[in-house]
């Protein structure tokens, strides 16, 4: 029944209709009205919500009974809380797609040609005209045999084909895996039977009553109850980025797919799954259908990419809506779309830039093997140009022969055979296993990371975090346990350093303080009875209010009986607690009609508005600022100075001779406050906290403190975690002093200010989202260090959103974790602990030296495989490897050892090390002496072998063999030592930072050792049993003994390699550099709209289209210019590196070209923050936004490297831009690299 479909439904609704008093249609059509007609159609169908539940058959305070047979009837009426999702790629559509290889393409033509020439015999008379080549078949069985090489290439085709998609299959599988999980996690907190309890989202059905409250994401439609002060944000469904008050007069419609922003409340659940808003959504976008209409799609596509071209700035703005939430509903859910049309289209554009951008790891990587593929493109083009033209040459004119119409076929089958030698050799040289080593080193990572409690929703987000440099983390519950209980008192008069006895305390104090604690707290929280026998209690809900209720337990008070006496619905009004008013609110109404109202918050700001506090008699006396200096400096200053989290607890009476006070003015509301009591909280530090932050400092990054609490409190836990050690001239600031220090005269924020300031800054107090933010923010654009900085940031809260949007990897919080943190997090720490972040690191180094490992092994192989093949076929006319052995070496080098050299598991020397950095080179030069070296020691073996190899081991020569002839014991031992050479080289690569022991820990990596165990033993059974296909013959003992002894010594060149200091070859260079953030024209972004990601190597190729942006100013970007002309006349323009060259195409190719195009777009969040509103709305309209400019190399639109942020905020100068979000981390989750030869 899960796939419920609508029509199914309607039709079981009929029968049902007795059962309940509302049909799904009813319903369906009641949560498309909003506001007062919504409160009209509740009004005259169902008298009022009470109506409504009463049909729906449930209690709006004790929700449905719970009986299974209840809630199966309610899934069967009203459908399941799940949209079903899209269907998996089936295993043939990944065949299908893995063939459409260009190279394997190619080889199966050719395969199918020389098979069908084969068969062909030409008369035996006429052999002998048709030259010496052709005359040396031996026998006719022989003959017979001909067809056998190319139906073994389409085998092996066939073999590379179901390999390549066993990988893509298995690997959508894990994803989708992980996808289960993260839902599977999601509970919601629902009323059953009278109780609350969690159940998981897809188990909530029609009629249930959940409790919402702050930072949670509607996991369905419904109707409001009760709220308290309840704002949601519902840009996800609306576009509106104004938050939307609900109330029960005005507007009770809560919609699945928003986010609670404020408040608290009780709903009843009208809609779930498919029949709630999000799922007619998506029913329309099709994510719940079958993609039949995939074609029409397409063309309407095409279509309306023409239109798109002629009017470019009138697509309206749902549509575009529509398409963007398709594009990436994660993404969407945090940034507001205006409807002004400007501005939509620019936001698409950015949303296009950050989604599309491939991970900073997968650009270097795709780049080099361009290149590589390019050069093996050009050796292959030669070997094939040389074989024919020395077989033309010897045929024609040495033996002097007439072409012969009867010898064509035998011809062609020749050219067929070099064709087929070339396009192996291409075949080895493209190395289309390194994007295969990405994914199953990223894939293998993800999941064994699942172990050390970290939850990747975001591919390269685990790469990305190999780099990090800064992590700001917050402080409650990543750095300390999460675990509040109070321990210091100021009641009464009186200090107390413990808890105090009920005894000392006034009965007519203590009875406001238990009350005070019991209503001024969200009715979730709670304390519960302790799982195992003499353990701790356990805490329900925010930490900070479990900490108030023990208190009161302590103070031997119930709680849970003032709750039960005062129920939720009979509080008068709530202001919930916010980051703006940093304290928390609730009035009573008393019998006689006076109003009396509680508060709590943080002691220094809810001081300043007490005017009176309680003495030890039980009487009010004045409390005046001089007063509250004594309490902030005997009492608070003390309390925070020991880590404690102070609080102060208060009340206000609103008697009836002023009548009702207007709640909304809610600053003459929150004044004239008398002061009951200051409580000190504790939250201890972690106790394996201190040692993460120790190694995270080894490893080069810096961990910074960003904390809402009092910034003496933050300073003693700073300390105690290691993060400020004594003797350091570090900063710790609050978020008002920040705010100061970075804004200009005008408030607006200068880079320059941040600059100064970031660098020695270690903890920041009292500090809002925004303030998160634009720290964040100021670190990853600052260029006061060579390298940009890589930042991670934790957060919980619901407001932290932005941040972890803005850094480069954002962590939060499994358990304390609001769902809209979760939602714009790469990572969900599952056990919120710091110490797991360390082991991201690591996890992330890992990733990169596994590639680099795969890397160096790879391009050995490719190096030694090429020149053997380009060099034999060149002077015996034939290549020492056939092309099914090319084939076998390509599938041992790429797929299997991109398996076993990136599953290598992390080691804790990784921490050891300094972050590589965005732009470090792939290939360091220390592994460009490991390739070179090994690659020359294997080539003059095999050359040895080749030319006088038949020698050494007395046996026949297998070069000049004509072309049928049977393969020869020469040729199978080169094929032999060359694959072990590579299996021995394998174990050589496991080490690529010069390492001696390349054994070390190999045991600990089974498929490592089964790897390279399983390839040995296949070896020996092609080469034993493999005969005709594979071109080998059987040898010997002695042979084998010989070739395995020649695999064997490349361990020990190994060692002599290592023993040269690189430093001293200083004509080795490194290779495989980032990409530089590329600017891409907005033509070039519009094709790649129906792309999943920008592919590097697709853009790489049409180089010249691209502008490579890299000036430290104009005027070197001028001469960049002049260089640019001059080196499109060099000849070796594809191997160039690439920042060597900056091409002024696009300016001659597109002269309407707007600088706005090239202009990476401003983070979308910023447009959210209160702060920096006016200055960065990007549909200012003005002028030069739209004024073409003329095509002027002076003009480049370059973000200088100071790139200046109030330059961008005071929306003056629109040459200087922030970057967007790190190139490294795209929104959408990283779709496979394509295969690269498609590229090419």
Not at 597 to 606: C, P, R, W, Y
Request: with cysteine.
């Amino acid at each position: 029944m899960a796939n419920n479909s609508y029509s199914g439904v309607k039709n079981s609704t009929a029968n049902h209709h007795g059962d309940f008093g509302c049909s799904l249609k009813d319903l369906r059509s009641l949560m498309e009205l909003r506001g007062a007609e919504a409160i009209g159609k509740i009004g005259e169908s169902y008298g009022d919500v009470q109506g409504l539940c009463t049909r729906l058959k449930t209690s709006p305070v004790d929700g449905l009974s719970g009986q299974p047979a209840d809630i199966d009837k309610r899934k069967e009426v009203f459908g399941q809380n799940l949209i079903p999702p899209k269907k998996p790629k089936t295993f043939l559509q990944l065949v299908w797609e893995a063939l459409q290889d260009v190279t394997l393409i190619i080889l199966e033509v050719a395969a199918i040609v020389s098979l069908g020439l084969s068969f062909y015999r030409p008369p035996d008379a006429e052999r002998e005209h048709c030259g010496s080549a052709a005359g040396g078949v031996e026998d006719d069985g022989e003959a017979e045999a001909g067809w056998i090489e190319g139906a073994a290439i389409l085998l092996s085709v066939v073999c590379v084909v179901l390999v390549t998609a066993f990988n893509d299959w298995s690997k959508e599988k894990q994803f989708r895996g992980l996808q289960s999980r993260i839902e599977q996690e999601q509970k919601f907190a629902v009323v059953r039977g009278g109780q609350v309890i969690q159940i998981p989202v897809a188990e909530i059905v029609v009629g249930d009553v959940a409790q919402i409250k702050y930072g949670d994401l509607l996991p369905s439609d419904g109707i409001l109850i009760q709220g308290n002060d309840l704002k949601i944000d519902e840009s996800s469904l609306t576009g509106e980025s104004d938050h939307v008050k609900k109330t029960l007069e005005r507007d009770p419609m809560l919609l699945s797919g928003t986010h609670v922003m404020e408040g608290s409340g009780k709903m009843l659940v009208t809609a779930v799954g498919e029949n709630s808003q999000t799922g007619i959504i998506f029913a329309l976008l099709g994510a719940s259908e079958e993609d039949d209409d995939d074609e029409e799609e397409k063309e309407a596509k095409k279509k309306e990419k023409k239109e798109k071209k002629e009017k470019k700035k009138q697509d309206g703005a749902a549509e575009n809506r529509k398409k963007a939430k398709a594009a990436d509903g994660a993404a969407m859910e945090m940034q507001p779309l205006n409807s002004d049309e400007v501005d939509i289209d620019e936001k698409r554009k950015s949303n296009l830039k950050e989604k599309k951008e491939k991970s900073v790891l997968q650009g270097k990587l795709t780049k080099l093997a361009v290149q590589i593929g390019k050069a093996g493109l050009v050796m292959s083009a030669i070997t094939v140009i040389i074989l024919v033209v020395l077989f033309v040459v010897d045929t024609f004119w040495v033996q002097g022969l007439p072409w012969h119409k009867d010898c064509t076929p035998i011809y062609i089958q020749f050219f067929v055979k070099f064709f087929i030698i070339g396009v192996t050799v291409l075949v080895v040289a493209v190395p289309e296993g390194l994007p295969l080593a990405v994914t199953i080193s990223l894939a293998y990572s993800v999941k064994k990371m699942m172990k050390d409690n970290n939850l990747v929703r975001h591919l390269d987000a685990c790469e990305t975090m190999g780099n990090a440099t800064a992590i700001c983390s917050d402080k409650t519950g990543t750095l300390t346990m999460n675990r509040m209980t109070v321990v210091q008192a100021y009641v009464a008069d009186k200090h107390y350093r413990n808890v105090p006895e009920p005894q000392l305390i006034p009965a007519s104090i203590m009875d406001i303080l238990v009350l005070g604690i019991s209503v001024n707290s969200a009715y979730t929280t709670n304390i519960m009875s302790p799982e195992k026998e003499g353990g701790l209690p356990r805490q329900v809900g925010n930490k900070t209010e479990c900490a108030l209720l023990g208190f009161a337990n302590d103070l031997k008070r119930d709680y849970q009986a003032i709750r039960n006496e005062i129920p939720e619905e009979k509080l008068y009004k709530v202001y919930t607690f916010n980051s703006c008013r940093k304290s928390m609110s609730t009035v009573l109404k008393n019998a006689d009609g006076s109003f009396r109202m509680f508060s709590k918050g943080a002691s220094e700001i809810l001081l300043k508005k007490c005017s009176k506090l309680l003495t030890a008699s039980g009487e009010t006396k004045v409390f005046r600022p001089r007063d509250r200096e004594d309490m902030v400096k005997k009492v608070i200053e003390p309390m925070a100075s020991e880590g404690l989290r102070t609080i102060c607890l208060a009340y206000r009476d609103f008697p009836v001779s002023e009548g009702e006070p207007d709640w909304d003015q809610e600053n003459d509301i929150l004044t004239s406050l008398t002061c009951v009591c200051v409580v000190g909280i504790e939250d201890p530090v972690r106790p394996e906290v201190p040692d993460a932050i120790k190694k995270c400092q080894r490893a080069g990054i810096t961990v910074r403190m960003v904390t809402g609490d009092n910034i003496n409190t933050a300073r003693a836990i700073a300390t105690k975690c290691g993060i400020l050690l004594p003797g350091d001239e570090f900063l710790c600031m609050e978020g008002k002093e920040f705010n100061r220090r970075i804004r200009n005269e005008k408030g607006e924020i200068e880079q320059e200010r941040i600059d100064k300031i970031w660098p020695k800054l270690r903890v920041l107090a009292r500090s809002s989202p925004t303030d998160k933010h634009t720290l964040v923010k100021g670190i990853i654009d600052s260029t006061v260090l060579e390298q940009r900085q890589v930042v991670a940031v934790t957060g919980d809260g619901t407001n932290d959103g932005p941040a972890l949007k803005k850094a480069d990897v954002g962590f939060a919080m499994g358990i304390a974790g609001t769902d809209v943190a979760k939602e714009a997090s790469d990572i969900i720490l599952t056990d919120d602990n710091f110490s797991s972040i360390v082991k991201a690191v690591m996890w992330g180094r890992n990733v990169y030296d596994s590639i680099s490992k795969f890397l160096q092994f790879q391009l050995t192989v490719n190096v030694v495989a090429v020149i053997v093949a380009f060099t034999g076929a060149c002077i015996t006319q034939d290549s020492p490897l056939k092309a099914v052995q090319m084939l076998w070496v390509n599938l041992i080098m790429d797929t299997f050892a991109s398996l076993a050299l990136a599953t290598e598991p992390p080691t804790e020397s990784l921490l050891l090390r300094k972050p590589y950095g965005r732009n470090k080179p792939l290939i360091s030069r220390t592994m460009m002496k490991n390739i070179l070296g090994h690659g020359v020691y294997q080539l003059i073996i095999i050359f040895t072998l080749l030319f006088v190899g038949e020698q050494i081991f007395d046996i026949d020569s297998g070069r000049y063999a004509p072309l049928h002839s049977p393969p020869s014991e020469h040729y199978t031992i080169i094929f032999n030592t060359f694959v072990l050479l590579q299996l021995f080289n394998e174990i050589n690569a496991r080490k690529i930072h010069g390492e001696r022991n390349v054994f070390d820990g190999i045991f600990n990596n089974l498929i490592f050792c089964s790897i390279v165990f399983g390839t040995f033993i296949i070896q020996i059974v092609i080469v034993q049993w493999g005969g005709k296909p594979f071109s080998c013959v059987g040898l010997s003992i002695d042979q084998w003994l010989w070739c395995t002894f020649l695999g064997f010594s490349s361990l020990l060149w190994g060692q002599l390699i290592s023993s040269i200091p690189t430093k001293s070859l200083r004509f080795l260079k490194s290779a495989g550099h980032g990409t530089q953030r590329q600017e891409i024209p907005d033509e070039e972004l519009e094709d790649m709209e129906e792309m999943e990601e920008i592919d590097h190597a697709e853009r790489e190729l049409r180089r010249g289209q691209i502008l490579w942006f890299r000036g430290l100013n104009r005027i070197q970007t001028q001469i960049r210019v002049v260089n640019a002309f001059r080196s499109s006349l060099s000849p070796y323009e594809g191997l160039e590196k690439p920042e060597s060259r900056s091409s002024i195409h696009n300016f001659m190719t597109h002269p309407e070209f707007r600088i706005e195009d090239s202009e990476p777009s401003i983070p979308l969040i910023d447009d959210t923050d209160a702060e920096d509103d006016a200055p960065t709305k990007r549909n200012s309209a003005s002028p030069r936004n739209v004024t073409p400019t003329p095509p002027s190399p002076s003009l480049s639109p370059t973000p200088s490297p100071n790139q200046n942020n109030n330059a961008v905020e005071s929306g003056n100068n629109h040459l200087y831009v922030e970057g967007n979000k790190a190139a490294g981390t795209p929104s959408a989750p990283g779709s496979p690299l394509h295969s690269l030869e498609t590229s090419l």
